[in-house]
């Protein structure tokens, strides 16, 4: 069985396999043997996430017989091994660092994001000439051949809002619920021109029925995204997962009390900030604003 890195999916899989052996009443060293491992290090492999497993012969072995069970687990191995997801990774290797290999694969495999952004325009919302000026101004790509490719990879991301159904991987365009800090529509990324753009195309993207964007402005005062961006995956199958951005990394959490905590702070956000109309009007002002 191939190799495979351990993004979140992965992890989830595996997680899901050793809590199946730790009911059966297996450790390693038994379990290893009865599936036909070489030993406990192969199968640590495994539920580490960094080993593809054989699911019959792991229902086989630990006696799953819950119908649900068994869908829910193959429709997580289904989705931890996305055709498109394996596309992308390969074209774009050299520029899609591990944290956002896993940003990448929920992104994917997600039925529904919930996002509040802070400080700039999200990727998937991001005109070329704005996300551009945004990687430039990162200072993160130490050669213009990265730039122009992470540039490149953000534009291709893109390709999830319009996705149809029965042509495109049978999968519909992803549900997009934003709300954004008064601060990204007024901070010049790219000079006025940039950003007069980018907020032109904001109001049209919002229009889509798959994207909700909410402004939250300044006059609102104190929030609950005080404390920086953040999206919540929301998944057909499986619990939903929180990814907390940093200059230098992100934070993947899936234990309930967490994601319950920003599920809840997101809530709040969309309830203080302006409805969609409104939210498309405060923008086009703002794009009038900027000379």
Known sequence: MAAAAPTVLRRRLGAMLKTMRLRAGYNLAEASELLGLFGPPALSKIES??????????????????????????????????????????????????????????????????????????GLLQTAEYAQAIIEGANVWNAARTMRAFAELRMKRQDL???????????????????????????EVGGPGVLREELHHLVTVSKQSNVELRVLPFKAGAHPGVDGSYTVFHFEVGEPVVAVESLTDSLYLEEDLHVARYAAA???????????????DFIAGIAKETL
């Open 266 to 280: 997101f809530d709040r956000l969309r309830a203080q900030a302006l409805e969609p109309d409104e939210s498309r």
């Open 49 to 122: 996430g960094r080993q593809r497993p054989d699911l019959e012969r792991f229902f086989s072995v630990y006696q799953v017989t819950d119908a649900a069970h068994i869908a829910e687990t193959r429709e997580i191995a289904k989705l931890a091994i996305s055709s498109r997801q394996k596309t992308l990774f390969a074209q774009y290797k050299d520029v899609i660092r591990p944290a956002f290999a896993d940003f990448i694969e929920l992104e994917e495999v997600a039925t529904r994001t919930d996002s509040y952004v802070a400080t700039a325009i999200p």
């Open 161 to 187: 809002l319009t996705l149809t159904p029965g042509t495109d991987d049978d999968r519909a365009p992803i549900s997009l619920r934003y709300v954004l800090d008064e601060a990204c529509l007024r901070r």
